[in-house]
């Protein structure tokens, strides 16, 4: 939203206190996931849904690039991380699992090897090229998470150093999760 200039109000959901799980949440995705983009005339789910569609229908700086080659390797990307990584270390499996140690770590570390391999072959200052696209959107966040789970991320060069040249930019470093305002001790009521 940053990034096509969009204002929006927050409406932190608790997950340490289950609050995805609440009747008046559970309206908005009947899944109980975060997050979700309640608009003027509609509500939506899933964040590749909403990133893409806000692409499609917003004005502001394009993530997905006009060239066909670009294009792919951006969605390549996009969905490794969002298919292949991210639902498997996500919170409600690793609460079945009990598991919040070895399981994220092999998972994301798996496809951080993965996705080590391919950007080798397309980044350029950011993941695809040197302009900032979708899959730059969703690896921060991701980058974020592995450290969580204490992955080897210097194993990953390329992974690092992108992050890395992300990590100063407006629109990552105003989002990032500490300065969120129900991040503890942000808390301002
Ligand atoms: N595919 C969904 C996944 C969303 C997701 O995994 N959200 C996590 C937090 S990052 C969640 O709400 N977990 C709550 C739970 O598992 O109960 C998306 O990208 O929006």
Redesign the pocket.
């Known amino acids: 939203m940053n990034f096509k200039g969009l204002g929006y109000d927050l409406k932190p959901i608790s997950?340490a206190d289950d609050e995805?799980?609440d009747e008046e949440f559970l309206k908005i995705n009947p899944l109980?996931?975060?997050?979700a983009l309640k608009l003027h005339d509609r509500v939506l789910?899933?964040?590749?849904n909403i990133m893409i569609y806000l692409e499609e229908n917003r004005f502001g700086y394009k993530l997905i690039p006009e060239d066909n080659d670009e294009k792919i390797k951006v969605r390549e990307i996009v969905l490794l991380i969002?298919c292949s990584i991210?639902?498997i270390q996500?919170?409600?499996?690793l609460?079945k699992l009990d598991d919040y140690e070895e399981w994220p770590k092999f998972w994301i570390a798996k496809g951080f090897k993965a996705l080590e391999a391919i950007l080798s072959k397309t980044a350029g200052k950011y993941c695809v090229g040197d302009k900032i696209t979708m899959a730059d959107v969703c690896l921060v966040p991701q980058v974020f998470n592995a450290r969580k789970y204490k992955v080897e991320v210097e194993d990953y060069p390329l992974i690092v150093r992108i992050d890395k040249e992300l990590e100063n930019h407006p629109c990552f470093s105003s989002t990032h999760p500490y300065k969120q305002p129900d991040y503890p001790g942000n808390k301002t009521n």
Do not use: A
Not at 32 to 35: E, L, R
């Open positions: 997950l995805q799980h109980g996931f975060v997050p789910i899933d964040s590749y969002v991210q639902p996500n919170t409600g499996v609460k």
